[in-house]
Protein backbone atom coordinates (compact mmCIF):
# COMPACT_ATOMS: atom_id res chain seq x y z
CA UNK A 1 0.00 0.00 0.00
CA UNK A 2 1.23 3.50 -1.11
CA UNK A 3 0.31 6.63 1.16
CA UNK A 4 0.76 9.68 -0.35
CA UNK A 5 1.04 13.05 1.37
CA UNK A 6 -1.71 15.52 0.47
CA UNK A 7 -0.54 18.60 -0.23
CA UNK A 8 -2.29 22.17 -0.84
CA UNK A 9 -2.08 23.77 -4.04
CA UNK A 10 -3.25 27.16 -5.08
CA UNK A 11 -5.93 27.23 -8.55
CA UNK A 12 -7.71 30.20 -10.38
CA UNK A 13 -11.34 30.21 -9.11
CA UNK A 14 -12.45 31.19 -12.87
CA UNK A 15 -16.02 31.99 -11.70
CA UNK A 16 -15.35 34.99 -10.20
CA UNK A 17 -12.93 36.45 -12.87
CA UNK A 18 -14.85 38.48 -15.90
CA UNK A 19 -12.14 41.71 -16.11
CA UNK A 20 -8.98 39.37 -17.22
CA UNK A 21 -7.64 38.01 -20.64
CA UNK A 22 -6.65 34.85 -21.36
CA UNK A 23 -2.96 35.67 -23.25
CA UNK A 24 -1.67 32.45 -23.76
CA UNK A 25 -0.27 28.38 -22.73
CA UNK A 26 2.97 27.14 -22.19
CA UNK A 27 4.04 23.71 -20.14
CA UNK A 28 3.46 24.30 -16.77
CA UNK A 29 6.11 22.94 -14.35
CA UNK A 30 6.26 23.69 -11.01
CA UNK A 31 3.70 25.12 -8.86
CA UNK A 32 0.34 26.67 -8.77
CA UNK A 33 -1.42 29.42 -9.87
CA UNK A 34 -0.24 32.82 -8.94
CA UNK A 35 -0.87 36.70 -9.18
CA UNK A 36 1.83 38.93 -9.38
CA UNK A 37 3.40 42.00 -10.63
CA UNK A 38 5.81 41.20 -14.37
CA UNK A 39 9.54 42.22 -13.76
CA UNK A 40 12.45 42.01 -16.00
CA UNK A 41 15.34 42.76 -14.03
CA UNK A 42 16.48 42.71 -10.39
CA UNK A 43 16.55 46.72 -9.73
CA UNK A 44 12.57 45.99 -10.31
CA UNK A 45 12.45 43.26 -7.90
CA UNK A 46 13.91 45.40 -5.23
CA UNK A 47 11.91 48.36 -6.24
CA UNK A 48 8.78 46.47 -5.25
CA UNK A 49 9.65 44.49 -2.62
CA UNK A 50 10.29 47.82 -1.12
CA UNK A 51 7.43 49.40 -2.54
CA UNK A 52 4.87 46.12 -1.74
CA UNK A 53 6.56 44.26 0.04
CA UNK A 54 3.62 41.37 -0.28
CA UNK A 55 2.98 41.62 -3.71
CA UNK A 56 4.53 38.76 -5.92
CA UNK A 57 6.51 39.13 -8.64
CA UNK A 58 7.16 37.40 -12.04
CA UNK A 59 10.16 37.89 -13.75
CA UNK A 60 9.61 37.38 -17.24
CA UNK A 61 12.21 36.28 -19.97
CA UNK A 62 12.37 35.43 -23.28
CA UNK A 63 14.82 32.16 -21.67
CA UNK A 64 17.01 32.12 -19.08
CA UNK A 65 20.65 31.59 -18.69
CA UNK A 66 22.34 30.63 -15.22
CA UNK A 67 23.78 34.54 -15.05
CA UNK A 68 19.40 34.80 -14.39
CA UNK A 69 20.20 32.81 -10.93
CA UNK A 70 19.51 35.64 -8.54
CA UNK A 71 16.53 37.19 -10.15
CA UNK A 72 14.75 33.73 -10.35
CA UNK A 73 15.47 33.22 -6.73
CA UNK A 74 14.33 36.79 -5.93
CA UNK A 75 11.08 36.66 -7.77
CA UNK A 76 7.84 34.68 -6.91
CA UNK A 77 7.47 32.93 -10.50
CA UNK A 78 8.85 32.74 -14.35
CA UNK A 79 7.47 33.24 -17.24
CA UNK A 80 9.40 32.07 -20.16
CA UNK A 81 8.74 32.26 -23.80
CA UNK A 82 11.23 29.59 -24.75
CA UNK A 83 11.94 26.21 -23.28
CA UNK A 84 10.18 22.98 -22.10
CA UNK A 85 10.06 20.67 -19.07
CA UNK A 86 13.75 19.51 -19.04
CA UNK A 87 15.04 23.31 -19.87
CA UNK A 88 17.36 25.58 -17.71
CA UNK A 89 14.00 28.18 -16.43
CA UNK A 90 12.06 24.83 -15.82
CA UNK A 91 14.80 23.12 -13.33
CA UNK A 92 15.79 25.84 -11.32
CA UNK A 93 12.27 27.25 -10.99
CA UNK A 94 11.09 23.38 -9.57
CA UNK A 95 14.49 23.33 -7.36
CA UNK A 96 13.99 26.37 -5.93
CA UNK A 97 9.67 26.29 -5.45
CA UNK A 98 8.74 28.53 -8.20
CA UNK A 99 5.52 28.78 -10.12
CA UNK A 100 6.86 28.58 -13.53
CA UNK A 101 5.24 28.16 -17.19
CA UNK A 102 7.59 27.82 -20.16
CA UNK A 103 7.81 27.63 -23.48
CA UNK A 104 5.07 29.80 -24.05
CA UNK A 105 5.22 30.35 -28.06
CA UNK A 106 3.03 33.70 -28.04
CA UNK A 107 5.08 35.30 -26.05
CA UNK A 108 7.26 37.62 -27.12
CA UNK A 109 10.06 39.68 -24.31
CA UNK A 110 11.79 42.79 -25.17
CA UNK A 111 13.94 42.73 -21.79
CA UNK A 112 15.26 46.22 -22.55
CA UNK A 113 11.97 48.29 -22.98
CA UNK A 114 10.70 46.36 -20.04
CA UNK A 115 7.91 45.16 -21.78
CA UNK A 116 6.43 41.77 -23.81
CA UNK A 117 3.50 40.82 -26.03
CA UNK A 118 1.17 37.99 -25.94
CA UNK A 119 -0.35 38.70 -29.68
CA UNK A 120 0.06 42.24 -29.89
CA UNK A 121 -1.36 42.43 -26.26
CA UNK A 122 1.38 44.57 -24.78
CA UNK A 123 2.09 44.40 -20.90
CA UNK A 124 4.84 46.31 -19.28
CA UNK A 125 6.94 46.50 -15.79
CA UNK A 126 4.74 46.25 -13.00
CA UNK A 127 1.27 45.11 -15.00
CA UNK A 128 -0.60 42.12 -13.16
CA UNK A 129 -0.25 38.46 -15.01
CA UNK A 130 -1.44 35.53 -13.47
CA UNK A 131 0.20 31.84 -14.31
CA UNK A 132 -0.87 28.72 -13.46
CA UNK A 133 2.29 26.35 -12.99
CA UNK A 134 0.13 22.73 -13.23
CA UNK A 135 -1.76 23.76 -16.63
CA UNK A 136 0.69 26.48 -17.95
CA UNK A 137 -2.20 28.70 -19.11
CA UNK A 138 -1.43 32.71 -18.57
CA UNK A 139 -3.59 35.64 -18.06
CA UNK A 140 -3.81 38.86 -17.82
CA UNK A 141 -4.90 41.24 -14.64
CA UNK A 142 -5.34 39.60 -10.55
CA UNK A 143 -7.39 36.55 -10.40
CA UNK A 144 -8.72 35.30 -7.61
CA UNK A 145 -6.86 32.38 -6.39
CA UNK A 146 -8.20 29.94 -4.27
CA UNK A 147 -6.63 26.51 -1.99
CA UNK A 148 -7.26 22.54 -3.05
CA UNK A 149 -5.84 19.73 -1.86
CA UNK A 150 -4.07 17.46 -4.21
CA UNK A 151 -3.15 13.82 -3.66
Known sequence: MVIRERKKVYSFDMAQEKHVK????GIGV????MTGRIVFTLEEIQHWRKEEPDTSLIIVRGDTVPDDIREIHEADGL???RGGSTSH???VAHRLGK???VGCANLVCMER???CS???EFLKSGDWVSIDGREG???SGKMKIRKIESS
Open 137 to 139: SVY
Open 99 to 101: TCV
Open 113 to 115: QRT
Open 22 to 25: FLGH
Open 30 to 33: SGGA
Open 89 to 91: AAI
Open 79 to 81: LTA
Open 118 to 120: FNQ
